[in-house]
């Protein structure tokens, strides 16, 4: 999955290049139009002088944009010492792109339509000011994601834990975290929910654990070594995946008619289908405890 999504980065980095080459010789033949033609005496062309300029800004823009996207791009990697495209710096950095992409735009069609951008400006500065009350949460999101792209805590096939998501991250976009949960569903979190809450990055511990937090009922016999010794032998089957000696219980919290256990498994394997049986097993045995 993670190499698919590599390849196709990779692809639309070889688009993007292609397209650039195409903008640079559409504005070098509009350069050499406006220079090679008589504008101020053929009326057909006065008539086209308004889309001949908002070309040249549009392409001159584009080209400007993605020379310094290039350039940021390489000074990254080669900073890195990286040829990795699939990374949240240029993801963010392509994000950032694309939005001065959309401005170099607007103010394309305001010169076609012949309006002086200071004047245009001047006059929606109230109603822009409306329009960013109105949708603040997505502005926060938006820049909440930028915040998101350009750190290194958490970056594109992280697993991680985010409130009581869970999941492998697949795309982080301008207003959310797109995360694919253990039963392959799609997970939208808000970037906002991101930044605000506690993270935990699977991917970046140094050995992988299961936690199971659980509750029993507090009555005579309830003893937590025997407890122990009966969830150790519903992972024997699976003593190559899991490190037996490093299995934990504890008690969290004892109270007058329940105590809250948690109960901590070290693996030896990377393998989902394997931690799913894992993690099955043992709920499985907490489940009987829960009915002794």
Same mark, same amino acid.
């Given at each position: ?38 504008w101020k005496n053929e009326p057909l062309l006065i008539r086209l002088t308004p889309l001949m300029d908002a070309l040249s800004l549009l392409l001159a ?59 245009? #400006?001047? $006059? &929606? +500065? *109230?109603? !822009?000011?409306? =329009? ?111 490190? #037996?000696? $490093? &299995? +934990? *219980?504890? !008690?969290?919290? =004892? ?38």
């Amino acid at each position: 999955m993670v190499e698919l999504g590599k390849s196709k980065i990779e692809a639309t980095e070889r688009r993007k290049r292609i397209v650039f080459v195409i903008k640079v010789l559409t504005y070098l033949v509009l350069v050499f139009l406006r220079e090679y033609l008589d504008w101020k005496n053929e009326p057909l062309l006065i008539r086209l002088t308004p889309l001949m300029d908002a070309l040249s800004l549009l392409l001159a823009g584009s080209v400007l944009i993605s020379l310094g996207r290039l350039f940021l791009v390489r000074f990254y990697l080669r900073k890195k010492k990286s040829d990795s495209l699939h990374n949240n710096f240029v993801l963010g950095i392509n994000y950032i792109a694309s939005m001065l992409n959309v401005i170099v735009f607007l103010f394309a069609i305001m010169i076609f339509i012949q309006i002086k951008p200071s004047e245009f #400006l001047g $006059s &929606i +500065t *109230l109603v !822009a000011a409306a =329009i960013a009350l109105l949708s603040k949460d997505y502005i926060t999101n938006m820049i909440n994601g930028l915040i998101i792209m350009f750190s290194d805590q958490i970056t594109l096939g992280d697993y991680i834990q985010v409130a009581e998501h869970k999941g492998k991250i697949q795309d982080i976009t301008l207003l959310n975290v797109v995360l694919t949960n253990d039963d392959s569903d799609l997970v939208m979190v808000p970037n906002s929910l991101i930044l605000a809450s506690h993270i935990i990055n699977h991917s970046r511990q140094s050995v992988r654990r299961l936690t199971f937090e659980f509750e029993l009922k507090n009555q005579a016999g309830l003893n937590v070594d025997q407890t122990e010794q009966k969830l150790k032998n519903a992972i024997k089957p699976f003593g190559h995946e899991v490190k #037996l000696h $490093s &299995i +934990t *219980l504890k !008690a969290l919290e =004892i109270h007058k008619d329940i105590v809250k256990m948690k109960l901590q498994v070290q693996l030896n394997t990377n393998s989902k289908e394997q931690e799913k049986k894992i993690r099955r097993s043992i709920n499985q045995s907490i489940i009987d405890l829960g009915h002794e």
